[in-house]
């Protein structure tokens, strides 16, 4: 099983709202990443965890926050976002945090901000 | 420095052609280059990758050139069909796991 899930695979919410992507694999990975995609750029970084611990956060505002509850499970709450936060968000995930290991991703979910 | 440039921007093939990507890096720290494709709204896919001490890797209609001395890697897509029209980028990673991406290049292949 090569897969990476996300949900959910659309989202449209209020600037006030409080919502959440949600991330799974089952490929036994340590590492695992939220990226943020605008159209015809590519993934931008946002947060990195390695074993189950934040290891890299790129200058991502507070309104959101990254959660991992266990080594398959990625979560990414979201709260007060802004419309230029509209996006997609991909999940990812990777043998290691190390150099020399390929990133599986996920489908991506389709944020609208009004 | 932390980049990867990618080239074209944009690519039309006829059907049957080859279509070819190039990138060039210049942090010699890298020992990872893997490609992806990605289809509108879908996330990227791996779709080949090599390291710095091969020269070349085929999978398929799908080959990565590689030359370290130059600093420039390159994907070649033989037998170009429609389903190939996606948007490819080329990708390093550096050995603290830093996956730097090069802009994107939309293929189109014109039946």
């Known amino acids: 099983d090569t897969e990476v899930t996300q949900t959910p695979k659309h989202l449209v919410m209020g600037m006030t709202n409080k919502k959440s992507l949600k991330c799974e694999q089952h490929?036994?990975?340590?590492?695992m990443y939220w990226y943020k995609q605008k159209a015809k750029k590519p993934p931008e970084l946002m947060f990195v965890?390695?074993?189950?611990?934040?290891?890299i956060n790129e200058s991502v505002p507070s309104r959101f926050s990254p959660e991992c509850p266990n080594s398959s499970l990625l979560n990414l709450h979201l709260h007060a976002l802004q419309p230029e936060d509209s996006a997609l968000y991909l999940c990812?995930?990777?043998?290691?945090?190390?150099?020399?290991?390929?990133?599986?991703f996920g489908q991506g979910t389709r944020l609208t901000v009004v | 420095q932390q980049q990867v440039k990618q080239s074209p921007q944009s690519l039309i093939v006829q059907k049957g052609g080859i279509s070819i990507i190039n990138c060039a890096y210049e942090?010699?720290?890298?020992?990872?280059f893997p490609w992806y494709q990605q289809f509108p709204g879908k996330g990227p896919a791996l779709l080949i990758a090599?390291?710095?001490d091969v020269s070349e890797k085929k999978e398929g209609r799908f080959t990565i050139s590689f030359n370290k001395s130059a600093k420039q890697f390159s994907l070649h897509i033989m037998d170009s069909q429609p389903g190939d029209s996606a948007t490819y980028f080329c990708?390093?990673?550096?050995?603290?796991?830093?996956?730097?991406w090069g802009a994107g290049t939309k293929l189109i292949i014109k039946p």
């Open positions: 990812a995930s990777s043998q290691g945090a190390r150099g020399g290991t390929e990133a599986f």
């Open positions: 942090n010699t720290a890298f020992d990872y």
């Open positions: 965890y390695s074993y189950e611990k934040l290891s």
């Open positions: 090599i390291r710095p």
């Open positions: 490929m036994g990975h340590r590492a």
């Open positions: 990708a390093a990673i550096s050995l603290d796991y830093q996956l730097i």
